[in-house]
């Protein structure tokens, strides 16, 4: 089981990134999917969670309006498309699948928003 995730780096407040994480070793259909993130010293938080289908999403209250989950079960990918980046939104990016009873986690993307 693999997660990996992609597209984080260092973007200037207002700026955009689009993240990826690529899922392999499980029927990533099968599972819902999340965005986490971790700032430095901080607890890892919530961001964005989708259904199998995407037939459900939801988003944390600091992201909403700003951040959009989707999801391509034919490429077993997750994408969090963020606009309107904000300092505090810095912080490692995780992905996340849930399914069967277990969760399973990637290695995470550095996100940083500054000027």
């Known amino acids: 089981v693999q997660l990996v995730e992609s597209g984080g780096g260092l973007v200037q407040p207002g700026g955009s990134l689009r993240l990826s994480c690529v899922a392999s070793?499980?029927?990533?259909?099968?599972?819902?999917m999340s965005w986490y993130r971790q700032a430095r010293g901080k607890e890892r938080e919530w961001v964005a969670g989708?259904?199998?289908?995407?037939?459900?999403?939801n988003y944390a209250d600091s992201v909403k309006g700003r951040f959009t989950i989707s999801r391509d079960n034919a490429k077993n990918t997750v994408y969090l498309q963020m606009n309107g980046l904000k300092p505090e939104d810095t912080a490692v990016f995780y992905c996340?699948?849930?399914?069967?009873?277990?969760?399973?986690w990637g290695q995470g993307t550095q996100v940083t928003v500054s000027s």
């Open positions: 996340k699948a849930r399914g069967w009873g277990q969760d399973y």
């Open positions: 070793g499980f029927t990533f259909s099968s599972y819902a």
């Open positions: 989708i259904t199998r289908a995407g037939g459900n999403i």
